[in-house]
Structures are given as structure tokens and as C-alpha cells.
């Protein structure tokens, strides 16, 4: 374990100049600081890229809990970010697992399943980033070692967390526009993210990085499970730049019930785009409808005319702010109260089994039902993943 700098720096208590009441002051504020710090909960993070340090502003502002380690397998970057938040760091898991409480996961999309499990089997609560994983067989791994730990595996769909979702999700709760119909979802990127962003866009592609969002706020809203795909892709512009991935995807997704949705995605929307992201969402019920577009009101006339990226903190008054940092929090609070979150192991599972299906229907151009890639041909839905839900 190597020991970053405090954050916090406390004046000397056997200052020579100080008197003895003056030195007994400065060693009750140090005796006082300790015992807050130990009643903390000691949060791990495990991946110290561009979400890790996101995940460590949302916890360092949260009053519950004490980031005490950062783990990266790049050592200057697991520095460099503890350094930054005044914590410890490793490049060791199993040194952070014996250092912590619970464990947030910020690798990238493919790399879940190793960490994941690992610190589910060191009985850590773990929350880990969306995607749960890539395949199918990494999310239910991870899942059962969940269940078979007895702790939490919270994924972080912070799509639910923003304003406008979670007003979407009301007039669904109090019945306002009645059982669902229909839905069209789109969440894409700039060509911006996948060639300059990430350094590892080759190994996910715009259905990992961006469905699971659409995916999951849809479901959610709907409030039932999905039961066929079928995907219509294109690809080649990304190729043409040494980038192996899909460039854009329509999957159109039935539901129990027989509703329906269209989810959109594409990573090579131009850069000249007013925004880093185009995200929308119309949906339909038999009562009624709404609609919404995800981008800020605050328009910019500079050497382009832009709105901010919606995902980026504004910090003010000491804290940052931003949807996108709540469910990182609330994942601290349901550990410390000890309630289980409502984002569970198997929603990601399910997530992750629409994406494969997604692709396995763009390579076989036929639609897939979802008990072909989750394996349950033939059982009732209830029976369907029960013991899935940590």
C-alpha cells in the first residue's frame, strides 16, 4: 500500500509556541478527526481512468463514507488519482480488498467480470459500472458469486438518477399514461468519443458504452421484461480508422405485453454536433405519452455554438454536482443503512442479455428471443433468474 498525501493538513499539536491548553485543543480536534474517519465507511475503487476519478469526486463529497484506496494496474495512474483525492493506492486487489468496506468498479466495459467477482468472493459490496459485463456468461458469474457471498451487487445506471427520467418515472408510477404501447430511445456519441475519448473503443462499440442506459431507463419505465430483439447495424466507418466496432445500431425490442421499442445508437455522430451527446426519448401508452430531450437549456455562442456536455460536474460551494454522481452515493447510503439497492445484479444480467441479443440477431439477421441468450427456454417467467436479484 502506498500513502498519498492528506487531503486535510492539521496543525502541529506539539507546536513549542503553543500552550499547554492550546496543545490539548489541537490533540482533541486530531482525536476527534480520527474517530469520525473511523466511523466512515472505507470505499475502494477499483479503476482510476476518466469514470474512476468520477467516482472518487462523488465519494470524497459524500459525508458516509472515506475513499481509503485506489486500485489501478497502471501505477502512475493509480498514483496520480490518489494523489489527487489525498488516499492510499495498490496496484494489488487483494491488497485493497483487505482495506475497505466496499468496492466501486470503474474498468473498462470488458474488464467487469475479474474484479467484480473477486472482490464479491472477499465479501465486499460491490457496485460496478454498466455495463455489468459483455457477455452473458461474465454477468451471471458475477451475479452468482453475488448470491452465493451474501452481499450487494449494485450496477450503476445512473440514467435513473437524472431529473428528467426520474419525472418520466412518475407519471408512469401514478398511472398517468397508462399501460405501455410503444417507445423509440437514442443515445449516441460524437465520432469525438470512440477515436479520441477512449483508448479501448476497439473492445466495446456503441451498443456496450451507451444501450445499457436506454436499455435499462426503458425498461424500467415499461415495468416489464424484454422478450425478442431484432437489430439492423451498420459498420465501416470506424473500421476505416483502425476501430473495430459497430458505428451505429437499431434494435427494435417487444416486450411482455407486447410493447415495443426502438433503441437507436450510433458512435459517429460529427463533431461539429452542439452537443458530446444526442439523447431522446419518446414513449407511449394507452392513456397517454411523453417526450424528452437530454441536453442542457444553458445554449453557448463562442467559436461554436454548443450546450455543455450533460455527464460533466459543475462544482460549486465545495461539492460537485451532477445526476451522474448520486447513484454513486446511494450505493454508499443502502450499504450503510443496510438496504438492498433497487439497481440489482440481475438488472444488469438482463441488460447485458438485450445487447447480446442485439448482436447475435445482427449476425444471424433473424430476431432472437430472449431465453436464447439467457438460457430459460421452457421455464415460467417467474422461475426465470430467481436468486438473481442482489
Not at 116 to 129: F, N
Not at 190 to 199: D, I
Not at 202 to 214: A, D, I, K
Request: proline letters at 4%; hydrophobic letters at 40%.
Amino acid at each position: 500500500m502506498r500513502q498519498a498525501g492528506s487531503r486535510c493538513e492539521l496543525l502541529d499539536s506539539t507546536s513549542r509556541t503553543g500552550s499547554k491548553s492550546r496543545r490539548g485543543v489541537k490533540e482533541y480536534a486530531v482525536l476527534a478527526a480520527s474517530v469520525q474517519s473511523a466511523s466512515l465507511m472505507r470505499i475502494g475503487i477499483i479503476g482510476a481512468g476518466i469514470w474512476g476519478n468520477n467516482h472518487a469526486l462523488a465519494l470524497t463529497t459524500h459525508p458516509r463514507c472515506t475513499v481509503a484506496m485506489i486500485c489501478d494496474r497502471d501505477e502512475a495512474r493509480a498514483r496520480t488519482t490518489a494523489e489527487r483525492f489525498g488516499c492510499a493506492w495498490t496496484t494489488s486487489t487483494e491488497e485493497l480488498a483487505a482495506a475497505v468496506d466496499a468496492v466501486t468498479i470503474a474498468t473498462p466495459d470488458h474488464l467487469h467480470r475479474e474484479p467484480t467477482v473477486a472482490m464479491l468472493r472477499a465479501g465486499k459490496h460491490v457496485m460496478v459500472e454498466k455495463p455489468l459485463a459483455t457477455t452473458v456468461a461474465d454477468a451471471r458469474a458475477m451475479v452468482d458469486a453475488a448470491e452465493e457471498a451474501g452481499v450487494h451487487l449494485m450496477i450503476d445506471f445512473h440514467a435513473r438518477w437524472h431529473p428528467l427520467f426520474m419525472g418520466a418515472k412518475g407519471y408512469v408510477e401514478r398511472g398517468e399514461l397508462g399501460a405501455p404501447v410503444m417507445a423509440y430511445a437514442r443515445l449516441s456519441d460524437t465520432v469525438y468519443v470512440p477515436t479520441e475519448m477512449l483508448s479501448w473503443s476497439g473492445r466495446s462499440g456503441p451498443e456496450w458504452f451507451l444501450l445499457p442506459h436506454t436499455m435499462d431507463v426503458v425498461r424500467w419505465l415499461f415495468g416489464r421484461e424484454p422478450v425478442e430483439v431484432f437489430a439492423k447495424g451498420y459498420r465501416g466507418v470506424l473500421e476505416s480508422k483502425g476501430i473495430a466496432c459497430w458505428d451505429a445500431i437499431q434494435a427494435l425490442v417487444e416486450f411482455e405485453g407486447r410493447a415495443f421499442c426502438t433503441f437507436e445508437t450510433s458512435w459517429i455522430v460529427p463533431n461539429s454536433y452542439t452537443n458530446v451527446v444526442d439523447n431522446r426519448l419518446s414513449l407511449y401508452g394507452e392513456k397517454g405519452g411523453l417526450e424528452l430531450r437530454n441536453e442542457p437549456n444553458l445554449w453557448v455562442f463562442g467559436d461554436r455554438f454548443h450546450t455543455p456536455f450533460s455527464s460533466e460536474a459543475v462544482t460549486r460551494y465545495g461539492k460537485a454536482w451532477g445526476f451522474q454522481y448520486e447513484s454513486i452515493r446511494y450505493f454508499v447510503d443502502c450499504i450503510a443503512d443496510g438496504v438492498r439497492p433497487e439497481v440489482t445484479g440481475r438488472d444488469g444480467l438482463v441488460v447485458t442479455a438485450m445487447i447480446e441479443a442485439t448482436l447475435k440477431s445482427l449476425a444471424e439477421k433473424r430476431p432472437i428471443r430472449m431465453d436464447e441468450v439467457l438460457g430459460t427456454e421452457g421455464q415460467a417467467p417467474g422461475a426465470r433468474d430467481q436468486g438473481a436479484g442482489r
